[in-house]
């Protein structure tokens, strides 16, 4: 019997902590962002000098109260999954952990406590809270499209890593050490500036035959550029899916399309009373 209240407030502490879709996890969803927002406020105004110097101990006290709270909270998301592995491997998990580290790290590394800037990246979850599903299902259909783009991003990258490669050099062997080219190493990095469209300025060709060459980089540039939007905006065009707020209740894994029956991350049910294998 114990053991059967136990996994009832467990369950009831799952779905406060990761459902917006209730008064209670919306309220938690609510709380939690506008503590993010004021740690991270308080780092940002520890960081201006005459603060520091007045209130550092207040400010101190707020930022462990925060972190403790904080850990708290990341602990109890541990616990009410079913496969605590699969939630401390997901984005939200590490970003997670890494809002609590930083302080940690500062009793070790003076300065790592401004690092916690990072829990902004913790507002994401403003998009559950306020029912901004359509946003939650933009999100979901363009890391579908990254992920099926790759294989082509990589051949792509590949290219230009090789392009680069051959331009560099040429412009080594055309400008040398007399027009600031003292390396192949520093070739390729004018490429990469200048095939990019950044052109810092620092690096320049002297010779007609240096500026030749830099013409054809800057056109080819406005190409290249165009090649990965294009790439990932064809599949963009593939993607349909109506995306809901429903977490999965063994690894907590959010954005499943309205007809799902099971987590697209690992294949557990989306019932909260069908048990799942844990990882």
């Known amino acids: 019997m114990k053991k059967e209240d136990d996994l009832s407030i467990r369950e009831i502490c799952r779905l406060i902590i990761f459902e917006a879709?209730?008064?209670?996890?919306k309220a938690f969803d609510v709380l939690l962002i506008v503590s993010i927002v004021s740690s991270v406020l308080a780092v940002c105004l520890d960081s201006v000098a005459f603060l520091h110097i007045r209130f550092q101990g207040t400010f101190k006290l707020i930022e462990w109260a925060f972190t403790l709270l904080f850990t708290a909270e990341y602990f109890l998301r541990l616990w009410s999954v079913r496969s605590p592995a699969y939630y401390a491997r997901s984005f939200y998990g590490i970003v997670d952990l890494a809002a609590i580290l930083p302080t940690y790290l500062s009793l070790a590394y003076s300065g790592a406590e401004f690092l916690v800037v990072v829990r902004l990246l913790r507002v994401l979850r403003i998009f559950r809270i306020l029912k901004l599903v359509q946003y939650l299902e933009g999100s979901q259909t363009i890391m579908r499209a990254l992920?099926?783009?790759?294989?082509?991003i990589v051949v792509f990258v590949s290219t230009i890593v090789v392009l680069v490669t051959i331009i560099g050099s040429l412009m080594y062997l055309i400008e040398g050490e007399e027009g600031g080219f003292t390396s192949i190493p520093k070739g390729i990095y004018w490429a990469i500036v200048t095939l990019t469209t950044v052109g810092y300025g620092d690096l320049a060709?002297?010779?007609p035959l240096g500026q030749f060459l830099a013409a054809?980089?800057?056109i080819m540039g406005y190409g290249i550029i165009a090649v990965p939007t294009g790439i990932v905006t064809a599949e963009l065009t593939r993607q349909?899916?109506?995306t809901t707020t429903r977490s999965c209740p063994n690894c907590s894994a959010e954005g499943h399309i309205d007809i799902a029956d099971h987590c697209y991350r690992c294949g557990s049910s989306l019932d909260?009373?069908?048990?799942?294998?844990?990882a």
């Open 240 to 242: 349909e899916s109506s």
């Open 21 to 25: 879709d209730t008064p209670a996890g």
């Open 272 to 278: 909260p009373d069908q048990e799942a294998p844990t």
């Open 205 to 207: 060709p002297a010779t």
């Open 216 to 218: 054809i980089v800057m």
């Open 147 to 152: 992920r099926a783009s790759r294989p082509k």
